[in-house]
């Protein structure tokens, strides 16, 4: 028989106390903008927090656009993190139990690069053309277009939505989009999971929003 892990994941916490709510989890996944502004005292304390606060016995930060931090110093943000247990993915693979991961931040370009990790279509295309499966659970920062991605128009990414028909993977979590788009989907054999916390105007309307699922290791 397979073994089986609770996992738990969120995104777009934003400075908030998230880790209050949280169950503890065999697999913590936060799915980026753990952060507001970005600037370096956001990141000492949050990443803190996330090591000490939060009850998994795995943890997973891939950050997202407002985590201005990690892009500007991702060795240093990554030393950080793991010195607090936590795995800082930075659009790479990590397995751990025996489950596949990748993690990517990217998400399109919307700013004209005030905002970190932003991406053109054609940056997109370069990152993503040579990630290669099998991959259990994507985490990506940015939404497939299409998929709870709405703003109210598609704000996903069109390259990574072909990357997931193309990989398959069994899991997609994400977040980004806080517009009502907190929620579960399936299609092209993924359950897809938008885990962003707060609603567009930066206010925790359900505390206890986050996403637990299990997963299964044949």
């Given amino acids: 028989m397979g073994k089986t892990f609770d996992i738990a994941a969120i995104s777009d916490t934003h400075c908030f106390d998230y ?3 949280l169950p503890k989890s065999d697999i913590f996944i936060s799915a980026g903008d753990l952060l507001s502004y970005g600037t370096e005292k956001e990141y000492i304390k949050h990443i803190r927090l996330m090591g000490e606060k939060v009850e998994a016995t795995h943890k997973i930060y891939v950050p997202g656009n407002h985590d201005k931090f990690v892009e ?27 489950i596949k991961f990748f993690g990517s931040p990217y998400v399109n370009e919307f700013t ?14 370069n ?26 128009n598609h704000e996903g990414s069109k390259v990574i939505l072909e990357k997931v028909k193309e ?26 999971y938008n885990v962003a916390w707060l609603n567009d105007k930066y206010e925790i309307i359900q505390a206890k929003q986050f996403q637990t699922f299990t997963y299964t290791v044949d």
């Fill in 167 to 192: 990989l398959q993977p069994k899991i997609h979590i994400f977040g980004h989009i806080h517009t009502n788009a907190f929620g579960q989907a399936e299609a092209f054999g993924t359950k897809f």
């Fill in 112 to 125: 004209n690069g005030y905002w970190a990790f932003e991406r053109t279509n054609s940056e997109m295309h």
């Fill in 19 to 21: 880790y209050t709510f």
């Fill in 127 to 152: 990152h993503w053309l040579n990630v290669e499966g099998p991959i259990d659970i994507l985490i990506t920062h940015s939404p497939p277009y299409g998929i709870l991605d709405a703003c109210p």
């Fill in 72 to 98: 500007k110093h991702p060795l240093l943000a990554t030393q950080m993190a793991t010195d607090y247990g936590i795995n800082l993915v930075l659009h790479d693979y990590l397995e751990i139990e025996g």
